[in-house]
């Protein structure tokens, strides 16, 4: 497959399905052009008139609008990612929004100030710093092209921020920026999924300390009921015995269908936990032989940094709908 982004990234409202995703679409999320069309009407119709979702109107013509505040950010993919999670039932697509828009209601923390300029930000973006024998690299790396299976990969370095100086608040919002510029390269992945592998090598007490039972369920409660984004599987690997407390924790947030695309590995059996994933998609220190992990953070931190004004934009409270 084609890698996800060139040098660089076309608004994605016009995106339009293959022949093998409309098949796959049509397969797994009851998706076909016709139930895509009146399902986004009808969320529209909801959101219109829904007294609590702060809904404002943008027509068509002003999106493309290069003039427009709001030009960059794209309503019907906004609609349509939310409604191929929950597989066209509108019914669990108007929950799944209304969750989405409580989170940010009640963590303004994790939502707001996501300019990725802000220091604090482009200390988890930046490529490198050398302390001693250790390299801090980006927090959270979609890989550059998906895997066979069509998923987009991530990468999440789960320990290697500095817990006395880093939010998690921050390294959420690492995590967000960095998935919503990787979905405007690649909107397939609203249809396939995403895959997430977490390298939790190394921990210290403070990041064990860091990720408070509170902290572990928003995450779950983000990723399961609030995000639009289709989890396929979640990996921890390199994790230590003692780590089992926090895996405990996570898990005991998640409905069964989680728990059963949940996996653990530790150093032992780390040899499984790309398995799926061809090598040719891998960073090299992971065994692949797509460049480094330093070349994949300078890819993505440039990318995020071009699409600064499209993801303040986006980052709103308000949604923007076309009419």
């Known amino acids: 497959m084609a890698s996800l982004c060139g040098d660089s990234v076309e608004c994605y409202a016009q995106h ?25 009407k009808e969320i529209k119709r909801w959101l219109e008139q829904s007294d609590d979702l702060h809904v404002r109107i943008a027509y068509l013509e002003e999106v493309f609008n290069p003039s427009f505040s709001f030009s960059l950010y794209v309503d019907d ?19 799944r929004i209304r969750n989405y828009y409580k989170q940010r209601s009640d963590l303004p923390e994790w939502y707001t100030n996501i300019d990725p300029f802000r220091p604090e930000l482009q200390e988890l973006l930046d490529l490198g710093v050398k302390f001693f024998v250790y ?14 299976q069509g998923r987009l990969v991530f990468i999440v370095h789960g320990t290697r921020h500095d ?30 999924g995403y895959t997430i592998f977490i390298d939790v090598s190394n921990p210290t007490l403070q990041h064990i300390t860091q990720l408070r039972p509170y902290v572990l369920m928003n995450f779950v409660h983000a990723w399961q009921n609030c995000y639009p984004a289709r989890v396929q ?3 921890i690997f390199n994790a230590p015995v003692f780590f089992d407390v926090v895996v405990k924790i ?12 949940f996996h653990v590995y530790s ?14 998609i891998l960073p090299v220190e992971y065994g692949g032989t797509d460049g480094t992990i330093k070349d994949l953070t300078e890819y993505w931190k440039k990318l995020i940094e071009e699409n ?8 709103n409270d308000e949604i923007i709908i076309s009419k």
């Open 308 to 315: 600064r004004d499209w993801l303040m934009n986006e980052g």
């Open 77 to 95: 993919f906004f609609i349509l990612r939310f409604l191929r999670v929950c597989k066209f039932n509108l019914e669990k697509t108007k929950i």
């Open 250 to 261: 996570f898990k005991s947030f998640m409905t069964e269908k989680l728990k059963s695309r």
């Open 163 to 192: 817990p006395r100086i880093h939010k998690i608040s921050d390294i959420y919002k690492v995590g967000m920026i960095a998935t919503e510029v990787a979905v405007k390269c690649y909107p397939a992945a609203s249809v396939y």
């Open 16 to 40: 339009k399905l293959t022949n093998e995703e409309k098949r796959y679409a049509a397969a797994h999320l009851n998706e076909t052009d016709e139930t895509r069309e009146n399902a986004i």
């Open 135 to 148: 390299i801090y690299y980006s927090y959270y790396l979609p890989l550059r092209k998906p895997d066979n």
């Open 267 to 280: 150093r032992r059996t780390m040899q499984n936990c790309f398995k799926d994933i061809p090598a040719n």
């Open 233 to 235: 599987s979640i990996n």
